[in-house]
């Protein structure tokens, strides 16, 4: 069963709130990621992490604060945002199909910064 | 020159038809290549994975793999209009986390 959880479904934030993003999988994947979707663009990645660590950070502002709690659950904090930070958040683990994997993705987090 | 690319459509087919979608990259250490479908609103969906030259089939669908000229493409047999969506290519080396996406081809199936 290759599933990844995503909570909560739809977030509309202020740009001064603090909120976090969830991701849970339970397939015993070893990388998560987090990634950014604009309408009408492909993912942009933002953040790997492999074995609970740190491994790309693509650059993305301080206001976006990843955190890896477990093999299972990648956080996604996110604080002062801006309204052009509204897309739809994906998360996605690697499962171990192929010479390097494949990218399972769960259902995205539509957020919306007013 | 951008890692993944694919013609941004749209390509309109009728239904029954076969649909051909089209994808180069850059990498030649390129090892594992991937087709998505998204549909409007959703996250990507796997469809298939290649890494060997050649064609693989599953279902309606194929994927061809020409290493030689960095090529991939996925056929999509008795095209439906429940097909209708875009498809993002998508390709990884060994060892190496990260996935590079073309921008996407949108595809419509016409009754």
């Known amino acids: 069963d290759t599933e990844v959880t995503q909570t909560p479904k739809h977030l509309v934030m202020g740009m001064t709130n603090k909120k976090s993003l969830k991701c849970e999988q339970h397939?015993?994947?070893?990388?998560m990621y987090w990634y950014k979707q604009k309408a009408k663009k492909p993912p942009e990645l933002m953040f790997v992490?492999?074995?609970?660590?740190?491994?790309i950070n693509e650059s993305v502002p301080s206001r976006f604060s990843p955190e890896c709690p477990n093999s299972s659950l990648l956080n996604l904090h996110l604080h002062a945002l801006q309204p052009e930070d509204s897309a739809l958040y994906l998360c996605?683990?690697?499962?171990?199909?192929?010479?390097?994997?494949?990218?399972?993705f769960g259902e995205g987090s539509r957020l919306t910064v007013l | 020159q951008k890692e993944v690319e694919q013609n941004s459509g749209p390509l309109s087919v009728p239904e029954g038809a076969i649909a051909s979608l089209n994808c180069t990259y850059s990498?030649?250490?390129?090892?594992?290549f991937f087709w998505y479908r998204q549909y409007s609103g959703k996250s990507p969906e796997l469809i298939m994975f290649?890494?060997?030259?050649g064609d693989k089939e599953d279902g309606r669908f194929t994927a061809q793999l020409n290493k030689a000229s960095q090529y991939v493409s996925l056929l999509i047999r008795d095209s439906q209009p429940s097909d209708s969506a875009t498809y993002l290519c998508?390709?990884?080396?060994?060892?190496?986390?990260?996935?590079?996406f073309g921008s996407g081809t949108k595809l419509n199936v016409k009754p």
């Open positions: 996605a683990s690697m499962g171990t199909g192929g010479p390097t994997g494949e990218l399972f």
């Open positions: 397939m015993g994947h070893r990388a």
């Open positions: 992490y492999s074995y609970e660590k740190l491994s």
């Open positions: 990498d030649r250490g390129s090892q594992s």
């Open positions: 290649i890494y060997s030259n």
């Open positions: 998508a390709v990884n080396r060994y060892n190496f986390n990260k996935f590079y």
